[in-house]
């Protein structure tokens, strides 16, 4: 349809720009018989007054303006009837165009037009635009749509989304015609945002610690009666029906309305919670986790109850919001946790574990690359469990893959032939993994980070054991998961898991194997330094030491040698401070170091005075570049480490940037801390309001 009147939108254009010029040649005319009737004015005022000449009597020169100023009006009159008449001329109806019928059609799909001249000046808009764009005839129409573009649909721009006033639009150009299709999409767009506005959002509400505070004194009943009608009280504004499932389990349904309202009042509940118990001697913190962008209600019940496990598996005291096709995204988790004194746990998790190891025809166990001395420990601990069990069990090892202190433990440790029995290459772990095997993954949950990660797709069954939070990245629905972020190691829960358990006789470790367990403990603890080890860590070193580790040995496993205390040097010499308390120090042009000697460098530097935080970022390998950081409980480093791409604690994390040289990773850590101090102001200025 439009194809067909081409010729008479350009024929028409053509015309309007011939009609257009004529007034303008018009007023240049008028304007030059004006100049010269001023010139001549001048020259006989000069000549009346600096000499004898006289032209004409004065009262013709009188007559002369008199005549020009008629003239003028005259003139400018017809001037301006004739852009009157080219205006009214605009104003021709896209019927005339396109005829009737076919004008009633783009009516009825809200399609509107605009012709342009060769300049892309505007000459004509269809009638439903002119409220919208009365203002701009004869202005160029691509200031117009660069100042109103919305979005771009393809490289040329030819195809265009564009605000006008508060109208949306789709553009389609038609280059030779000088002609612009406007496509009105506003009432899709509004009736798009009532639809989302309306869609449903599932979440689940948990008292993380809800059996401990009840251990407490009868003040704890009161504390937790406080918090549930503070719960209710708060749903209640954002229209929320709240289902207490259990004593310490909310079900939440609401709409997508009332949940970006509590995004924008960032989640202050789970602050409001705390306050309630801060002067107690117990804390009581919650975790809230939502699922939406579904239109099933059973799916997104199903993806909140995923959620809310990896809201816990994080430590608690935070949100996770999980938006169908889309990354996880993190809130809160601003307290660093401290763990329980309870064993339950742990007894019945080592007895799950030992019957899944009765259960295989044999055990594999992986950890991360860069191994260090706790993924060693913990390795070795399981299996001591397996092989008292009597299960054929191999630690998956790649000596390139090992950290130099892990390295040098090993080696100094077991004899070739001890670790020939005991470890087996990434290749020989995918060559013994049959259906039957039992993968038992250490100190990792981020598949991309492990020796060998095909060893996932090998086998269904798998076990997770983790004190790292669980972030974005995990291994997908192992048989089990023990992931405690309260805990310092994964050699403090290996250790716990041989204790507790109800194998009679009991697991025995020998001598070698808890020295290197211990090492890993002094490695995960900075030798129990860190402010937030419990009772519970200390009880495992007097057990390894019950077993006969020599703590020692353990401790020259780590020490280090003259290159690394003079890297360690130089990376003090150069540190600075980022913001006040947070000192950043860059080994550029040191070439390649160990990851354990970049964490060192951290603590070194988190244990001076007016240091609150500390980051390091050193080359591992080539094209790596990995940064390790460190607080002293007063800034969330795990929080910063989580927006590059890594985790850890609260107090101890980092992360691995691959692709990367310093200048990025300096500015990608920049960014990331400047983010979480823009957060945590926000946060304080709420809690002041």
Request: net charge negative.
């Amino acid at each position: 349809m439009i194809q067909n009147n081409k010729n008479l939108v350009i024929c028409y254009n053509e015309c309007m720009q011939r009609k257009k010029r004529f007034p303008h040649i018009l007023s240049v005319i008028f304007m030059i018989l004006n100049l010269f009737a001023v010139i001549f004015i001048a020259i006989y005022y000069l000549l009346s007054n600096y000499s004898s000449v006289v032209l004409f009597e004065q009262e013709y020169i009188i007559y002369l303006v008199f005549f020009f100023i008629i003239f003028d009006v005259i003139g400018y009159s017809a001037v301006f009837l004739m852009l009157y008449h080219n205006n009214k001329r605009n104003a021709i109806r896209l019927a005339d165009v396109i005829g009737m019928s076919k004008n009633n059609a783009l009516r009825f799909a809200k399609t509107s037009f605009i012709v342009t001249d060769d300049k892309n000046s505007i000459v004509w808009i269809s009638e439903d635009l002119k409220p919208l764009l009365s203002g701009y005839y004869y202005r160029n129409i691509n200031n117009l749509f660069e100042i109103n573009r919305l979005e771009s649909k393809d490289a040329s721009g030819i195809l265009s989304r564009v605000l006008i006033e508060d109208r949306i639009f789709d553009i389609k150009v038609d280059l030779q015609a000088h002609l612009y299709f406007l496509k009105d999409l506003t009432d899709y767009y509004n009736l798009e945002e009532i639809f989302t506005k309306q869609t449903p959002v599932c979440g689940l509400l948990s008292i993380d610690n809800y059996n401990d505070a009840l251990e407490q004194d009868e003040r704890s009943s009161l504390v937790l009666l406080k918090i549930r009608n503070e719960i209710d009280e708060y749903f209640k504004q954002y229209r929320t029906l709240i289902t207490r499932t259990r004593p310490d389990l909310y079900y939440l349904t609401l709409d997508r309305e009332h949940f970006e309202k509590i995004k924008q009042d960032s989640f202050s509940l789970v602050d409001r919670v705390k306050e309630l118990s801060q002067n107690e001697e117990f804390s009581i913190t919650i975790s809230l986790a939502f699922s939406y962008d579904f239109p099933d209600y059973i799916k997104l019940s199903e993806n909140a109850f995923k959620t809310i496990e990896i809201a816990k598996e994080r430590g608690g005291d935070q949100i996770v919001t999980s938006r169908f096709g889309s990354d996880l995204e993190f809130y809160g988790g601003r307290t660093n946790l401290h763990g329980t004194n309870s064993k339950v746990n742990v007894h019945v998790i080592a007895d799950a574990i030992i019957n899944q190891i009765k259960q295989s025809n044999n055990v594999i166990i992986c950890s991360h690359t860069d191994t260090d001395l706790d993924a060693v420990g913990s390795s070795l601990g399981l299996k001591a469990i397996a092989d008292h069990v009597g299960i054929p069990t191999n630690i998956v090892y790649e000596l390139k893959s090992c950290e130099k202190h892990a390295k040098k433990a090993i080696i100094s440790t077991f004899s070739k032939a001890e670790m020939q029995r005991i470890f087996i290459s990434s290749s020989e772990a995918l060559q013994r993994t049959k259906e039957n095997t039992l993968l038992i993954i250490t100190d990792v949950q981020v598949p991309e980070l492990l020796i060998e990660p095909k060893l996932i797709e090998k086998t269904q069954r798998i076990i997770v054991i983790d004190h790292h939070r669980r972030g974005q990245s995990s291994i997908e629905s192992p048989i089990l998961a023990y992931i405690e972020p309260s805990r310092s190691s994964c050699v403090e829960m290996v250790t716990e898991l041989i204790e507790y358990s109800s194998l009679n006789p009991s697991v025995q470790i020998m001598p070698r194997i808890a020295t290197l367990m211990l090492s890993g403990l002094f490695l995960d603890t900075n030798y129990f330094r860190q402010k937030e080890l419990g009772q519970r860590t200390f009880e495992v070193a007097t057990i390894l030491k019950r077993h006969g580790a020599n703590n020692v040995q353990a401790d020259d496993f780590l020490k280090d040698d003259f290159d690394e205390y003079r890297l360690i040097s130089e990376a003090i010499r150069r540190a600075s401070f980022l913001h006040r308390g947070i000192l950043i120090a860059s080994l550029e042009n040191e070439g390649s170091i160990d990851r354990t000697i970049i964490s060192k460098i951290a603590d070194r530097l988190v244990s001076l005075s007016d240091v609150d935080a500390s980051f390091v970022i050193g080359q591992t390998r080539p094209n790596a570049i990995s940064i390790s950081a460190r607080s002293n409980e007063k800034i969330n480093v795990q929080s910063i480490m989580e927006k590059i791409g890594g985790g850890g604690h609260f107090s101890s994390a980092a992360t691995q940037l691959d692709s990367a040289d310093f200048d990025e990773a300096n500015r990608r850590l920049n960014t990331a801390i400047g983010e979480y101090l823009g957060e945590e102001r926000t946060l304080k200025s709420r809690r002041e309001k």
